[in-house]
Every structure is written in structure tokens, then in C-alpha cells.
């Protein structure tokens, strides 16, 4: 057995060569973990955004209506196509002024967007010096609707002959159940 005494300048010497063979293996390595981190990172981020993007659009497209918005609200649009302007219409709360009691019924969306044609606030081009109170447009003929989130909606059925339920299906909606 050969047994060798090393003097303290020897050992330092041979630490310092160990110290820097590792210290550039470490470096050398650590561009690939810094690389794989940051695609770790990356990755995690885009699958996270992707899933909260994918919750956040599967809650807005079951957003339901509120009950008041699917009883008293109706939806009066200009043309046969649910890419043509509207009007949000309601039906105004009547009160018994001997018992005080409100009394309100569910929204029609003919009778209800029927008046909104008459007062010329849909369809027609606005007139400020046209009361809607007193106006008279011709009202079409006109087709209830619900839409995806329950709210009625009508449109002015034109030249088409389709049933309601046909037109509605045409689209994408279901026809006005009351």
C-alpha cells in the first residue's frame, strides 16, 4: 500500500481542480434545466389559461336569464335574423290602485314587440320629433322565439312562409312555448 503525504498546498491545489471540474459540469447544465424550467413554466401556464378560458366560456354560454329578464323582457328584432338590430322591450308593472297589489303577467313577444313596431322604436328609422306615444308604423308579422338563455324574442317573419317552429328552428331557436 502506497501511502502518499500530500502537503496542505498540494490538497488545496487538487480541491480547487475538483471545485472547478464541477463547477463547470453545474454550468453546463444549467442552461438545459434553466431551458426545461421555463418550458415547464410555459406549458403549465398555457394549460391553465386554456382550462379557465374553457371554464369561463362553458359558464357564459349556460348563463341562464334571470327569471324577471325571462317573464317580463322580450327581445324585438328588425329583421328575420338574430345578427339584425333589437330592442329590449318590457312589459310595464300594472298596480290595483284600490287593494295596492302589483299585478304583472308574463311577456308576450308579438303583443309586446307589436307595440315596440307601432311606436316606431324597432324597424323603422329613429324620428325625434315623432312621439312614440302617438306614432302608428305599420307593424309586420311577427314570430315568437325563445332564445338559448329563455328570453322571447320576436321577428318579423317577411316573405317567409315557414310555420313558427320551422322559422324559430331556421335560427337556432326554439319557438315561444306560451
Known amino acids: ?48 389559461g386554456a382550462a379557465a378560458l ?7 354560454a349556460v348563463v341562464q336569464a334571470t327569471r324577471e329578464q325571462i317573464n317580463y323582457s322580450v327581445l324585438c328584432y328588425s329583421g328575420a335574423s338574430t345578427s339584425s ?4 322591450a318590457t312589459d310595464p308593472t300594472a298596480t290595483n290602485t284600490k287593494t295596492g297589489q302589483t ?10 314587440c307589436g307595440e315596440t313596431w307601432r311606436m316606431g ?17 305599420p307593424v309586420p308579422k311577427l314570430v315568437a322565439c325563445t332564445t338559448a338563455n329563455g328570453v322571447g324574442a320576436a321577428f318579423p317573419r317577411g316573405n317567409s ?5 320551422d322559422f324559430c328552428n331556421s335560427l337556432g331557436l326554439t319557438p315561444w312555448p306560451h
Open 54 to 60: 374553457a371554464l369561463t366560456a362553458g359558464t357564459i
Open 161 to 165: 312562409s315557414a310555420t313558427g317552429t
Open 103 to 112: 299585478d304583472r303577467k308574463a311577456t308576450d313577444p308579438v303583443s309586446v
Open 1 to 48: 500500500m502506497n501511502t502518499e503525504t500530500l502537503s496542505d498546498e498540494e490538497i488545496a491545489t487538487r480541491v480547487e481542480r475538483s471545485r472547478f471540474e464541477v463547477m463547470r459540469t453545474v454550468e453546463a447544465e444549467l442552461p438545459m434545466l434553466a431551458r426545461r424550467h421555463r418550458r415547464r413554466v410555459g406549458i403549465t401556464i398555457a394549460v391553465a
Open 85 to 88: 338590430s333589437y330592442t329590449t
Open 121 to 137: 322604436l324597432v324597424g323603422q328609422k329613429p324620428d325625434p320629433q315623432r312621439d312614440p306615444n302617438t306614432a302608428n308604423f
